[in-house]
């Protein structure tokens, strides 16, 4: 909790008169002697929430039922099935928060003959009558009689008695819900081809998602220091069709000088979203093999992926922001086109005053503004063009063993992006075309200030394109010694480009850690079987990165981290075949992240909370 002149509404500085019974006689006079009879008090109340506590429940059910069977035809024998699948998560969560209206009722005491009280325990006549009040009176009495006092001059002031008060579990509920049915035919053999009979498969499948979030009124009323949250319910239905099929061209045992396989396969899906729309969606991949002990793979696909319920339906509510604006005299000159954001800074327009950047101080960069995020049922299938490239290498000199390196070429287009208050400006500012729909996202006050209050608009939009490109090598590996079984896996990432083209604007992600892609990055897993019992430890490898690579040169003092390396463990054991153990430890060396990651708020992509336990147990029926 905190209190201060940047901020707005309930966390603004308090004020008191020197008069207040918790002021030390001490502090009362240092005020007075600077002619005041009251003062302004800004405090970061980090010991008004002593624990934070968090709690959660999820109840799972899934249901599958189907039937399957055979049959010949045209002398083929065919294949079918048949399944309807259902599938419901209910969550529930509890979280503390701080009651802004009791938090204000307790800090404003008085002196009475029983000692200190609050003023709606001491003065009953001083509680709220009328509903335009600013907690209207429909609260339950005990939030006057059970208050109690709080003292917030000093670190660690506040009775453990005025703490129950003004803290409370404020909850929510979820339900998701999902019906899928499927129905499936195919043959392995619809005709003869020279090394095997071609298969195929075709299928029909009606998907219906549904899913609710229900906060408390609490929530619902912002009476605390969270974000509101409203109510939110939506569902949706896709159809679909689809066709795929297997072509075994050449084979081993046809003899053929450098062709020891040569296969192709493919698959086309129509897709029809009730709010997406349609779409189609399709593969084709070869795999061919000049000897045995090494396979060439390639496939070009294009996919798509309909908008989630809560990027449809989420409803437009309360939100608080900080933001990195452009148009600061310490940020005009950074971004993806500083000669455009200069530019657009000084000239203004779309309702937007011009800024003199080579002064212009932005207060959001230290203090939050509210304004709105929700959802948007225009969203449009985001879509994925992408092909790839690789070879799989299985030595006969080392049976076991196999190596693979694919390269990675994929284009997004329609990205669903839920955009922050400093996306929404950058995209304004940074565009070649100015102003533009994201310049109607914000507002500012004559001076270039964004308000307290109703200063932005953001949500789900369909943003741009995104391009990625990555060559990934994996390594695996299974033998026998010690009396068990070990299994080894690796995998490196080498990522070559990563970037989003807005508005004309291409901006470069490859390399920087805020966006998940640092340009090296490794995994791997070693893993010991023995009878009931297994253990694994597993590396974790992040490259060296930095925090923007649009960044002036002078916006950071260590522009980066550096290699990090994180370990992971775990146990399990199997009691009988369907009851089983695992302890699993997170970071186990316990490396957190350094200051400085933290401070540029980096600290998400790297381990952040320490070394972390997690004991389960799984029951089979």
């Not at 008069?19 to 980090?46: C, I, K, M, Y």
């Not at 779409?279 to 996919?303: F, H, M």
């Not at 225009?378 to 693979?404: H, K, M």
């Not at 500012?444 to 369909?462: H, I, K, S, Y």
């Amino acid at each position: 909790a905190y209190q201060s002149g940047f901020f707005a509404d309930e966390t603004f500085a308090l004020n008191f008169p020197v008069t207040h019974p918790f002021l030390s006689q001490e502090a009362a006079d240092f005020v007075t002697g600077q002619g005041a009879d009251n003062f302004w008090l800004h405090r970061a109340s980090t010991d008004l929430q002593p624990g934070n506590q968090s709690n959660g429940k999820v109840h799972m059910f899934r249901g599958v039922i189907g039937m399957r069977g055979e049959f010949v035809a045209a002398d083929r024998d065919f294949t079918w099935d048949v399944s309807y699948n259902r599938g419901r998560t209910d969550m529930s969560t509890t979280d503390q928060d701080l009651d802004s209206r009791r938090f204000f009722y307790a800090l404003d005491a008085v002196d009475t003959p029983n000692g200190i009280q609050c003023r709606v325990v001491a003065d009953p006549a001083s509680r709220p009558i009328e509903n335009s009040d600013p907690f209207g009176t429909s609260l339950p009495t005990n939030i006057y009689d059970d208050c109690m006092p709080l003292n917030i001059f000093g670190q660690g002031q506040p009775s453990p008695e005025a703490l129950a008060y003004i803290n409370v579990l404020e909850s929510a509920t979820s339900t998701i819900d999902q019906e899928i049915l499927e129905a499936n035919l195919g043959t392995a053999n619809l005709f003869e081809l020279p090394a095997g009979g071609f298969g195929v498969n075709f299928g029909v499948s009606t998907r219906k998602e549904s899913s609710a979030f229900a906060p408390s009124g609490f929530t619902q009323g912002s009476y605390g220091r969270n974000t509101a949250l409203q109510p939110v319910a939506g569902a949706f239905q896709s159809d679909e069709i689809y066709g795929e099929f297997y072509a075994p061209i050449i084979s081993q045992d046809m003899d053929i000088p450098l062709v020891s396989s040569l296969d192709i396969e493919g698959a086309y899906r129509y897709l029809d979203n009730d709010f997406a729309g349609t779409d189609d969606v399709w593969t084709i991949g070869l795999k061919y093999a000049p000897i045995d002990q090494i396979e060439l793979r390639g496939n070009v696909t294009r996919s798509v992926r309909a908008p989630a319920i809560q990027e449809l339906f989420l409803p437009q509510s309360g939100t608080g922001s900080f933001a990195a604006d452009p148009c600061d005299a310490t940020l005009v000159d950074s971004g993806p086109n500083p000669a455009a954001r200069l530019a657009n800074c000084e000239a203004g327009g779309g309702g937007l005053p011009p800024i003199d950047t080579t002064t212009f101080v932005s207060s959001v960069r230290n203090a939050s503004v509210q304004g709105t995020t929700g959802g948007n049922t225009a969203l449009a299938n985001e879509t994925a063009d992408a092909w790839t490239v690789g070879v799989i290498f299985r030595p006969s000199f080392l049976d076991g063993l196999q190596l693979s390196i694919d390269y990675i070429d994929f284009d997004i287009t329609e990205a669903i992006t839920q955009f922050t208050l400093t996306q929404v400006m950058n995209a304004c500012y940074d565009a070649t075309t100015f102003p533009n729909q994201f310049c109607g996202q914000f507002t500012r006050q004559p001076d270039g200030q964004l308000p307290p209050n109703n200063a932005f608009e953001v949500g789900f939009v369909n943003a741009g394109q995104r391009t990625y490109k990555a060559y990934v090598s994996e390594l695996l590996y299974g033998f026998d010694a010690l009396g068990g079984t070990w299994d080894l896996f690796g995998s490196l990432q080498h990522i070559t480009q990563s970037d989003r083209t807005l508005l004309g604007t291409l901006t470069d992600f490859a390399g920087e850690i805020n966006n998940g892609a640092p340009e090296w990055q490794a995994n791997v897993r070693v893993r010991y079987s023995r009878d009931r019992w297994s253990a694994f430890l597993q590396p974790r490898f992040i490259g060296e990165g930095i925090w923007d690579n649009d960044a002036a040169p002078d916006r950071y003092t260590i522009p980066g981290e550096d290699n990090v390396f994180i370990f992971n463990a775990g146990f399990n054991y199997e009691f009988t075949d369907s009851i089983s153990a695992q302890l699993n430890i997170n970071n186990l060396t316990d490396e957190l992240p350094s200051p400085h990651v933290i401070a540029t708020g980096n600290d998400g992509f790297y381990d952040n909370i320490g070394r972390f336990y997690r004991l389960s147990l799984q029951i089979s029926l």
